[in-house]
């Protein structure tokens, strides 16, 4: 678990690549302060594994599946990426609960100053729209945001200078896609109401049931 509390921007270093997934080393030094192999470090919001790391640098195994659903895919050498060491208990939670299990991503297609803040609009699929909600919690490439505007094909959110300084969001252009894990108590919901709904069309099956349908 994971706070989206960026503790540092690190660099991507190289990539090598397999036929559907990836091995990719990132530059970083905060984040690998007490680190041990098998550790888990949130990048750019996804949850990854470091399997090898120095005085100055890890590297993580990307499987397919992230691949396809996450942005890491367009990851170039030298490219910024948010990262964030595993919550420990007792830590403060100044963000919010933050798995690294990324839903999909969004496209960014606006950026708007407003003194001290910048809006930021993304826009992205019904499938993660539903799960946000105005005023809820959202992670954007591993960055704990509050959710300030929704409608039915965009987002916005409102970051501050600290925000800014922090994490890779302000250095992004219009276009650029980015990982988005919604607040996972939404889908917990709909996952227990789901399966309440078919256990209860499935106590409704008698005989009289299946005499209208044409068993008998």
């Known amino acids: ?13 190289s990539i090598i690549k397999s036929t559907k997934s990836s091995r990719i080393t990132i530059k ?7 680190v041990k192999l098998g550790d888990s470090i949130c990048t750019n919001g996804v949850c990854l594994t470091i399997n090898f790391f120095d005085s100055g640098r890890f590297s993580v195994d990307v499987m397919a599946e992230t691949i396809r659903r996450s942005n890491l895919r367009n990851f170039s050498l030298g490219d910024e990426v948010n990262l964030e060491r595993a919550l420990r208990l007792g830590d403060r939670l ?18 708007q100053q407003e003194d001290n803040a910048v ?5 992205t699929s ?4 539903k799960y946000i909600v105005q005023r809820g919690s959202i992670a954007i490439d591993g960055v704990s945001l509050t959710v300030a505007y929704i409608d039915d094909s965009v987002f916005k959110v409102s970051i501050v200078p600290h925000t800014k300084h922090m994490t890779t969001l302000i250095r992004k252009k219009v276009g650029d896609r ?6 996972m108590i939404g889908k917990y919901i709909e996952r227990f109401i789901g399966a309440k709904d078919q256990t209860s069309v499935k106590n409704h ?3 009289d049931f299946l005499s209208k349908h044409g068993f008998s």
């Open 1 to 13: 678990m994971f706070t989206g509390l960026v503790e540092e921007i690190g660099k991507v270093e």
């Open 28 to 34: 970083a030094n905060k984040v690998l302060e007490g």
């Open 94 to 111: 100044g963000g919010h609960i933050v798995s690294g299990h990324i839903d999909g991503t969004g496209t960014i297609v606006n950026f």
């Open 119 to 123: 809006w930021i609009t993304v826009a």
């Open 126 to 129: 019904s499938e993660i729209l």
């Open 178 to 183: 980015v990982n988005l894990e919604c607040d």
């Open 205 to 207: 099956i008698d005989f």
